[in-house]
């Protein structure tokens, strides 16, 4: 687990840095926007693909609005994740295939990015893209030596389902009886020198 580079593990070397890209002026301010949605906080204006669009939250609600009409974004298409993936992507494999994931992520992505599209590339990692099916952002990366090390974390922190619970029940009882036996181990050592002291005299 301490071999490889962590950026490495995460995917960083997968995707290139975007090019930063001025926005042009919106023709929906935000002014009617907040007329529209008193409540909007947490309120972005980003693009999808040359498209301005605002993304906010609104009643527990993630919002995306077109920032020229001030409609709701449509979800990406197959074919304009592929495309969003594969001008990031900086491997040498071609796309093998794509799912869109709207409510059962797989056990290796946080639901919390749902929906969202796999892209998966056939190059010798097995890398997969995943791509916000809202914003059209590259959520996160995945290859075959993160599902590795992630097998070992799990291992490792001892949960089986979210392997993110660094203070689950069994490792703490583990942790515990691992404390025990070694406070035990170091009173038998200290009887045992002491015994010996004893005999020799």
Known sequence: MVL???DFIHGD???ATPNIVTLKPV?????????HYPDANKIRLTQRQ????????????????NADTGLPLAP?????????AVSAYTGNGTVSSAHLFEQDAPSELNPKWLPV????FADIK???LYVSADTGEIVTKRHVYWRLFDVMWMLHIMDYDTRDNIHN?????????????????TMLLWFRLSHNKKVTR
């Open 50 to 65: 040359g498209q301005a669009f605002y993304q906010f939250s609104s009643q527990s609600q993630l919002i995306i609005l």
């Open 117 to 120: 599209w796999q892209i998966n």
């Open 27 to 35: 023709s929906y301010p935000i002014t009617t926007l907040l007329q």
């Open 13 to 15: 070397t997968l995707t």
């Open 76 to 84: 990406l298409t197959e074919q304009q994740a592929k495309h969003i």
């Open 126 to 128: 097995q890398s997969s």
């Open 4 to 6: 490889m580079d962590i």
């Open 169 to 185: 029940n069994l490792l703490t009882l583990m942790a515990s009886l691992s404390l025990l036996t070694a406070l035990f181990g």
